[in-house]
């Protein structure tokens, strides 16, 4: 829990989501782990790779 708790504070000049969200930036990772999770599966689709 320390260790959350003082990566949270260090990076605390980037954790402006108010800000991000009024720029039109997207604050939610779904879309980049349904990503990633397609891509590791197609790549483990393959046959022989890994």
Do not use: S
């Not at 990633?36 to 890994?50: F, P, S, V, W, Y």
């Amino acid at each position: 829990m320390d260790t959350c708790a003082r990566y949270l504070l260090n990076n605390a000049k980037y954790l402006k989501y108010d800000d991000y969200l009024q720029a039109g930036f997207p604050m939610a990772t779904g879309v980049i782990e349904g990503a990633c999770r397609h891509l590791i599966k197609d790549r483990m689709d393959i046959t022989g790779a890994r």
